[in-house]
């Protein structure tokens, strides 16, 4: 189950990723001690999820399979869905500036919750430990 409270542990290539997605580097280096917090709830097909970060906190609600938008902390829009597979959760958006596919798989793998993150050929991933 992804409910909980996850807080990001550390981070793989997370800063060339943004670089990638086009984050000016002040932004990144902010990113980088974001202590990022996922707070998830989930019913049936529903979730609810919270992130109070450092710089804002945002609650987001979604049901598998069905649309929604979601803006990113430097302010790009995105539009997409998640679904499951298996025990996990894939997520497909797509950025609405440019039409690119951003994609991201959360799991769980050893009791933490990975979230990898690809856009344009560049991955990334994300560590979260439960609270
Ligand atoms: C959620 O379930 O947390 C809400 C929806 C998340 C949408 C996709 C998030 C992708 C984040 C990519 C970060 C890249 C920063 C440049």
């Known amino acids: 189950t992804f409910n909980g409270t ?9 800063d060339k990723f943004m670089e990638h997605m086009g984050v000016n580097v002040v932004k ?4 980088a001690h974001d202590n990022l917090k996922i707070i998830i709830q989930q019913d049936g097909n529903k979730f609810v999820v919270k992130e109070p970060s450092t710089f804002r906190t ?9 649309a929604f938008d979601y803006s990113l902390a430097d302010g790009t829009e995105l539009n997409g869905s ?7 959760l894939v997520g497909k958006f797509s950025r609405k500036d440019n039409g690119k596919v951003l994609t991201t798989v959360r799991d769980i793998v050893g009791g933490e919750m990975v979230q990898s993150y690809s856009y344009e050929g560049v991955d990334a991933k994300r560590i979260f430990k439960k609270e």
């Open 58 to 66: 945002k609650d987001i609600e979604f049901t598998l399979g069905v």
């Open 82 to 88: 998640w679904e499951t597979d298996g025990d996990k």
């Open 6 to 14: 996850w807080k990001v542990d550390r981070s793989d290539n997370y």
């Open 28 to 31: 990144r280096k902010l990113a």
